[in-house]
């Protein structure tokens, strides 16, 4: 049975589920995913203590495998904690560029097709901070010419459909 929780990763609504036979919870969560959270004392002890910045990195990489359809991560020490947060802060702004174009080219069945996009909760797929670091990529994404933004959303451009066609393939 789910319950009602704050997602410890953003402390947005999420929702909680204890799975038999396992010590720790299911998390589902609209902005960083699902994961698994391992030894809940131990993470929440070795979590409070990180800097909202290092936080942003382990959603960013919880929302990265359930965009990517893995299984849930299951987050548990402070050393694995390290590893996580030392490889996403790494992204360069073209990492960022490129992993929101191959987000909008997964979710576009087609060329034209226009995606929903909300700083709020989507400011993981380009592994920022919060809001205004999604802003700005999605600023350099249209500035580059590979999206635009149109009234519904938005839309690749030819050039940024091309471009998520690749980075599609390459993955």
Do not use: W
Not at 60 to 82: I, M, N, V, W
Not at 147 to 164: A, C, R, V
């Amino acid at each position: 049975m789910n319950e009602q929780a704050t997602c410890i990763l953003c402390e947005k609504n999420a929702e909680k589920a204890h799975i038999p036979g396992k010590v720790g919870y299911f998390i589902k969560c609209g902005t960083c995913g699902e994961y698994f959270l391992a030894s809940p004392e131990i993470f929440q002890s070795s979590y409070t203590n990180l800097p909202r910045e290092k936080k942003a990195m382990i959603s960013s990489y919880t929302r990265d495998c359930f965009e990517h359809g893995k299984e849930p991560p299951q987050l548990e020490d402070a050393g694995y904690l390290r590893g996580i947060i030392t490889e996403y802060e790494n992204k360069t702004v073209d990492d960022r560029v490129k992993h929101l174009i191959m987000y909008i080219r997964k979710k576009s069945p087609q060329y034209g097709y226009n995606v929903l996009l909300e700083a709020e909760k989507d400011y993981p797929i380009t592994y920022s901070m919060g809001p205004e670091g999604f802003t700005e990529i999605i600023n350099d994404a249209i500035e580059q010419g590979l999206i635009k933004s149109i009234e519904s959303g938005f839309e690749l451009t030819e050039k940024g459909y091309s471009l998520g066609t690749e980075l599609l393939e390459i993955e």
